[in-house]
């Protein structure tokens, strides 16, 4: 209850007053063609299930080596206790490489399909290569992770939420800072938008925006995939536009101005550090329910030997029950806080029509975002309310329409 009132509460204070478009009503079939609208149900369909399998799955794999682990791992914690935090590390990283390995025939079906959809031009070879490079990044960060978790569960038996909170804050602006520095050029390569007509677009936008846009780069996401997007990241010194190399080479001047002027919505409403806000909002009540279900999880599967209120010290045995806690409770506020980034989206769509005044641009960027991307204009809503970081794409056509409308009518 703590938790679930904390992350309402953060998303309502953080909630964006002021700016938002109401959408008009419109139809999926005004905009798409049937056969549109076909293949994109057809494709999207599959992958959702497929991903929500995965995510069941690694969910299952989880609880089952937390809750009733095989006698075999089972030993191995047991022997990893000798030296606690070597086997913190050890269990933090094997947890998640096992993880990675469980997911890895749903996700290459996932993959084959985006592949025979015309979505991904990545061979399984150059791809299994990026699943190793996640998994190596995954599981360094889960021994790390795994050790400090341990450490403060020792030193503060009772109350180890707390510093924990302070540690989960700590790592969401360290990644946020970092990641284009050193996760992000391990998979792509950026380059600052080169001198010529776009660089001047941006920065005239941005000047007529009054925003400190940073620097703004164009990466080589055609390495990859052929779908289009666009996204601000970093935070102070390494804050920045990307611009994907499709959308620049595929997409119209006007088009392409759309996006550049909704990804100035958000550095304008200052929407990455109002993410953090949130974390640090939501982060204390989410760690407090992560002790008190891990020590639950944990005493009644380890017997207390090991486990987190047994008689001696809590050793790599509780790692499981922790990561299992963690894992249910942020996978719970993930969905409390999709509802705050979809009304920061809308307000970076509103920001955009007011600074372009071109809805026409806007309306035929959402259309061929969601052809390009095979994407459903209007997908399921429960799936949509759980898991949508953006307003659906009827929906941010019906801002551009409204819009329209208010343009011809003054
Ligand atoms: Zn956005």
New binding site residues.
């Given amino acids: 209850m703590v938790a679930v009132v904390a992350a309402g509460t953060a998303t309502l204070i953080l909630r964006p007053r002021g700016g938002l478009i109401e959408p008009t009503a419109v139809q999926a079939q005004a905009y798409f063609s049937p056969a549109e609208l076909e293949r994109a149900e057809e494709f999207r369909g599959l992958q959702r299930l497929l991903g929500l399998g995965g995510i069941v799955l690694s969910g299952a794999t989880l609880a089952l080596i937390a809750l009733r682990p095989p006698r075999k791992a089972r030993r191995l914690l047991e022997r990893a206790g000798e030296h606690p935090m070597r086997g913190a590390a050890v269990t933090g990283a094997g947890l998640s490489a096992v993880l990675v390995v469980v997911g890895l025939p749903l996700a290459l079906w996932r993959h084959e399909r985006a592949v025979d959809a015309g979505l991904s031009t990545q061979a399984v070879g150059p791809w299994l290569g990026d699943v190793a490079k996640s998994a190596g990044i995954g599981a360094v960060l889960s021994a790390l992770g795994a050790v400090l978790a341990l450490a403060l569960i020792r030193r503060f038996p009772r109350s180890w939420w707390m510093p924990a909170a302070g540690a989960v804050v700590g790592f969401a602006v360290l990644t946020l800072y970092l990641s284009p520095l050193l996760i992000d050029p391990l998979f792509n390569k950026f380059e600052p938008l080169p001198q010529g007509k776009l660089r001047s677009e941006v920065v005239e936008l941005a000047g007529r925006a009054g925003v400190d846009v940073g620097e703004v780069f164009r990466v080589d996401a055609s390495r990859r995939t052929t779908g289009v997007n666009a996204?601000?990241g970093g935070l102070g010194h390494t804050k920045r536009v990307v611009l994907y190399d499709n959308l620049i080479d595929d997409f119209s001047e006007r088009q392409v101005r759309s996006v550049v002027a909704?990804?100035l919505g958000?550095v304008k409403g200052s929407d990455l550090p109002r993410g953090l806000l949130w974390v640090a909002i939501v982060a204390p009540a989410g760690t407090l329910l992560v002790q008190r279900l891990a020590e639950r999880l944990a005493g009644r599967a380890l017997g207390g030997a090991g486990g987190l209120e047994g008689e001696g010290r809590p050793g790599p045995a509780a790692i499981p029950a922790v990561a299992l806690s963690l894992a249910l409770v942020s996978f719970g506020l993930t969905c409390v806080g999709n509802v705050l980034s979809r009304q920061v989206?809308a307000r970076?769509d509103a920001f955009a029509l007011r600074v372009t005044h071109d809805p026409d641009a806007f309306i035929d960027l959402e259309r061929g975002l969601a052809v390009r991307n095979i994407s459903q204009p209007d997908p399921p809503a429960l799936l949509h309310k759980l898991f949508g970081t953006?307003p659906t794409t009827v929906e941010r056509i019906g801002y551009g329409e409204t819009f329209s409308r208010e343009q011809r009518g003054r």
Wanted: glycine residues 0%; proline residues 0%.
């Fill in positions: 996204y601000v909704h990804e958000h989206e970076a953006h």
